[in-house]
C-alpha cells in the first residue's frame, strides 16, 4: 500500500516541477490547449475507467491475497472492455 502513495507523490511532483518548464516551451494558445486536452483526458478517464483502481483495485488486493494474479487480470479485462465499448462509441460519432 504503501507504493501507491509513494507513486501518487512522485506523479505530482513531476507536475508540479514541469509546469514551469512547458509555461516558457510553449505559447499561451499552445498551453491552453494542451490544458484543455489534459482536462478531458481526465474527466473521460474518469467515466471510461469507472476509477476502478482508486477504490475496487486496492480493496480486492487485500481481500483476495491468495488469488491476486486472477484479480489482477480480471480488472484489466474490465478496463480494457470498458475502453473498447468507449472507442466504438466516440467512432461513431465522427468527430474530428
Known amino acids: 500500500m504503501i507504493w501507491f502513495l509513494i507513486c501518487s507523490f512522485f506523479q505530482k511532483a513531476i507536475l508540479a516541477i514541469s509546469t514551469p518548464i512547458f509555461t ?41 491475497k491468495e488469488k491476486r494474479v486472477e484479480f489482477i ?12 465499448a468507449f472507442l466504438k462509441t466516440m467512432s461513431k460519432l465522427k468527430i474530428y
Do not use: H, P
Request: one cysteine or more; aromatic letters at 16%; charged letters at 10%.
Open 24 to 64: 516558457r516551451l510553449l505559447s499561451n494558445d499552445e498551453y491552453g490547449k494542451f490544458s484543455v486536452y489534459t482536462s478531458w483526458q481526465s474527466i473521460i478517464g474518469i467515466f471510461v475507467t469507472l476509477n476502478l483502481f482508486y477504490g475496487v483495485y486496492t480493496s480486492g488486493l487485500v481481500k483476495f
Open 73 to 84: 487480470s480480471a480488472m484489466e479485462g474490465v478496463i480494457s472492455q470498458l475502453c473498447v
